[in-house]
């Protein structure tokens, strides 16, 4: 029996409206079923000189996210759309790096129609997408899109130990899937 004592969320979450209480809200979901929540943070004029953001403060922010990282059990990672029909860039990065590390993966996605569950509809939907004379998707630039019927990129959807989709009319607040991820969580130790 594999036992979790501390889980990583990844995710925009810090950088929401009301991204402070939702942290917050998703930290004590996870006291509430006995784990630590662990996690980047946001900029703090500490981490740089005078408050301004720049290179050092990148810097700290980044070592602070890793050692997060190498010290969980486990990442639950918010892979909703976010800045466009992907994830949000960091959330990418931190599932691969767990992956590295051998740490188990689980992840979510909301959205607010079924139609922007597949990831080839968000691009449409957001980005543009036409069929080419070969049958092939692409986008504006038209760059090939790909169409595997999956919700995220295939190197997220397979890394992930349970991948959930949450139709919600709130995608920037729901946490049904960091629930449903921890009860998945909870399957996985036992």
């Not at 092939?136 to 090939?144: A, H, I, K, N, Y």
């Not at 999956?150 to 946490?175: C, G, H, K, S």
Request: charge should be negative; glycine fraction near 8%; charged fraction near 25%.
């Amino acid at each position: 029996m594999r036992r979790f004592n501390s889980i990583y969320l990844s995710g925009p979450d810090l950088f929401l409206p009301d991204g402070e209480a939702l942290y917050h809200r998703k930290r004590e979901m996870c006291e509430a079923v006995g784990l630590t929540a662990v996690g980047p943070r946001k900029p703090t004029p500490e981490d740089g000189s005078a408050g301004r953001a720049g290179e050092l403060q990148a810097r700290v922010l980044y070592t602070d996210a890793l050692q997060a990282l190498r010290g969980a059990d486990a990442v639950v990672a918010n892979l909703t759309p976010w800045r466009g029909p992907n994830c949000q860039p960091a959330a990418a990065f931190e599932m691969g790096f767990a992956s590295a590390l051998g740490k188990p993966v689980f992840a979510y996605m909301n959205v607010e129609d079924e139609a922007e569950a597949e990831y080839l509809g968000r691009v449409e939907a957001i980005l543009g997408a036409e069929v080419d004379g070969a049958g092939v998707w692409r986008d504006p630039d038209g760059s090939e899109i790909e169409d595997l019927e999956l919700p995220e990129n295939l190197m997220l959807w397979a890394e992930a130990r349970r991948f959930y989709i949450i139709v919600t009319p709130d995608p920037l607040a729901d946490a049904t899937g960091l629930a449903l991820c921890l009860d998945a969580l909870k399957l996985y130790a036992d």
